[in-house]
T-cell receptor, first 112, second 114 residues
Framework: DTGVSQDPRHKITKRGQNVTFRCDPISEHNRLYWYRQTLGQGPEFLTYFQNEAQLEKSRLLSDRFSAERPKGSFSTLEIQRTEQGDSAMYLC??????????FGPGTRLTVL | AQSVSQHNHHVILSEAASLELGCNYSYGGTVNLFWYVQYPGQHLQLLLKYFSGDPLVKGIKGFEAEFIKSKFSFNLRKPSVQWSDTAEYFCAVNGNQAGTALIFGKGTTLSVSS
């Protein structure tokens, strides 16, 4: 399968713990995006990278969130000191510049 | 602020009925428009996209959408739905340089009964 992959698919954690998610984009795609989706809502943009540069961050991305794409390939999204309000599906997408975005299966986070 | 409105939260149809899902956007510039679909248990997939040119866009599985600039709309249509079209449908928009963040509507759940 050469699509976007995400790991883990599910994560249950206790409030206050740190979590890290990984996204592997389609190999030739320059751009990588992170979105968050909660029940009954469409995906909401968090941040995106072009190669290794983080070009835009949403106001949704609080100081507890950090994302990296160190070599312009895979990306990680870390949430520190998780809160119950962080419970959501975290989606990763990738694209070529000026093209449609391809989405991965998501990581479902549950914060207890 | 940029936004996307999908008028119908939940649509229930019988097989062979015609479908139209509404989508309106608010964006101050040239737009790219998308419809994504999420089948039960699967990830978001692109149904169709509009970047420029013919405002009537044809996508996969018999879906089409029409961009009406004067109405800021990009409605999705299918003449005859099938049970397998049961899914959640999302309209999305981004700016004139495709690749920037997508703004999604809240989605419409389509249930098709056989």
């Amino acid at each position: 399968d050469t699509g976007v992959s995400q790991d883990p698919r599910h994560k249950i954690t206790k409030r206050g713990q740190n979590v890290t998610f990984r996204c592997d984009p389609i190999s030739e795609h320059n751009r990588l995006y992170w979105y968050r989706q909660t029940l009954g809502q469409g995906p909401e943009f968090l941040t995106y990278f072009q190669n290794e540069a983080q070009l835009e961050k949403s106001r949704l991305l609080s100081d507890r969130f950090s994302a990296e794409r160190p070599k312009g390939s895979f990306s990680t999204l870390e949430i520190q000191r998780t809160e119950q309000g962080d419970s959501a599906m975290y989606l990763c997408a990738s694209s070529l510049i000026r093209d449609e975005q391809f989405f991965g299966p998501g990581t479902r986070l549950t914060v207890l | 602020a940029q936004s996307v409105s999908q008028h119908n939260h939940h649509v229930i149809l019988s097989e062979a009925a015609s479908l139209e899902l509404g989508c309106n956007y608010s964006y101050g510039g040239t737009v790219n428009l998308f419809w994504y679909v999420q089948y039960p248990g699967q990830h978001l997939q692109l149904l169709l996209k509009y970047f420029s040119g013919d405002p009537l866009v044809k996508g996969i599985k018999g879906f089409e959408a029409e961009f009406i600039k004067s109405k800021f709309s990009f409605n999705l249509r299918k003449p005859s739905v099938q049970w397998s079209d049961t899914a959640e449908y999302f309209c999305a928009v981004n700016g004139n340089q495709a690749g920037t963040a997508l703004i999604f509507g809240k989605g419409t759940t389509l249930s098709v009964s056989s």
